[in-house]
C-alpha cells in the first residue's frame, strides 16, 4: 500500500507495558522517520535514521526507543517510560538522508492506552 | 531548532472561493518547504514544494509562495472544490550533515470547503 507498511492499524496497551510498532519500506529509501501526531500539535518528530545502522534522536524521544538494522525496516518501541502514549504514529520515509526531499508516509497505527 | 508556526487553525469557504494558508519559519537556513494533505482517516501526501532558490511555483489549482526575508511560506488554492476539504501542514528542513531531510511541521490547518 504506497511502498511503506505500518502495522498494526490500531493497537491497545496496557500500564506498564512495551509495545512496537512496525514500519515497512520497499521503497529503497535510505531515510526514514517516527512522527507523532495529536490533535492540534501538527506531527513532531521522534527519531529518524538517515542510513542503515544509524539512527537519531528527534524533538521528543523520550520513553522511545528504535532500531534501524535493516534498510527496510525501522520498528518504533513504546516503553512504559512514555507516559501519555495515546497518539496516531506516522512512519515516513524519503530518498536520501543527505538531501531535502518529500517524505511518503505510511497509514499511522493508532495507539490507544487502556 | 527550527520552528514552524502554521495560520489558521481552522477555514472554510464557500466552494469557488479561494483558500490561504500561511506559515512562518525561524531558522534562516532553511531551504525546502513542502506542503501535506491528509484526508480523513489517510496518510498525509505531498502535494507541492518549493526551495529557496525559487519565489512560486504552480500546479493547477495549487500554488506557493515564498518570502525568505520576512521567513514565511504560503499555500494558496483558487478554485475550491469539496474534495480539498482535508487537513494541510506545511514543513520545513535544511541541508548540512545532521539536519538534513528532517521536516519540522507547522501545526495543521483544517480546511472546510461548503459545496
Known amino acids: 500500500d504506497g511502498g511503506i507498511t505500518q502495522s498494526p492499524k490500531y493497537l491497545f496497551r496496557k500500564e506498564g507495558q512495551n509495545v512496537t510498532l512496525s514500519c515497512e519500506q520497499n521503497l529503497n529509501h535510505d531515510a526514514m522517520y517516527w512522527y507523532r501526531q495529536d490533535p492540534g500539535q501538527g506531527l513532531r518528530l521522534i527519531y529518524y535514521?538517515?542510513?542503515?545502522?544509524?539512527?537519531q534522536k528527534g524533538d521528543i524521544a523520550e520513553g522511545y526507543s528504535v532500531s534501524r538494522e535493516k534498510k527496510e525496516s525501522f520498528p518504533l518501541t513504546v516503553t512504559s517510560a512514555q507516559k501519555n502514549p495515546t497518539a496516531f504514529y506516522l512512519c515516513?520515509?524519503?530518498?536520501?538522508?543527505?538531501?531535502?526531499?518529500?517524505?511518503?508516509f505510511g497509514s499511522g497505527t493508532r495507539l490507544t492506552v487502556v | 531548532g527550527e520552528n514552524v508556526e502554521q495560520h489558521p487553525s481552522t477555514l472554510s469557504v464557500q466552494e469557488g472561493d479561494s483558500a490561504v494558508i500561511k506559515c512562518t519559519y525561524s531558522?534562516?537556513?532553511?531551504?525546502?518547504f513542502p506542503w501535506y494533505k491528509q484526508e480523513l482517516g489517510k496518510r498525509p501526501q505531498l502535494i507541492i514544494d518549493?526551495?529557496?532558490?525559487?519565489g512560486e511555483k504552480k500546479d493547477q489549482r495549487i500554488a506557493v509562495t515564498l518570502n525568505k526575508t520576512a521567513k514565511h511560506f504560503s499555500l494558496h488554492i483558487t478554485e475550491t472544490q469539496p474534495e480539498d476539504s482535508a487537513v494541510y501542514f506545511c514543513?520545513?528542513?535544511?541541508?548540512?550533515?545532521?539536519?538534513?531531510?528532517?521536516?519540522?511541521f507547522g501545526q495543521g490547518t483544517t480546511l472546510q470547503v461548503k459545496p
Open positions: 531558522d534562516s537556513a532553511s531551504n525546502y
Open positions: 518549493i526551495r529557496s532558490n525559487v
Open positions: 514543513a520545513a528542513s535544511k541541508e548540512g550533515s545532521s539536519n538534513t531531510g528532517k521536516l519540522i
Open positions: 535514521s538517515q542510513i542503515v545502522n544509524d539512527f
Open positions: 515516513a520515509s524519503s530518498i536520501s538522508g543527505t538531501g531535502n526531499y518529500g517524505y511518503t
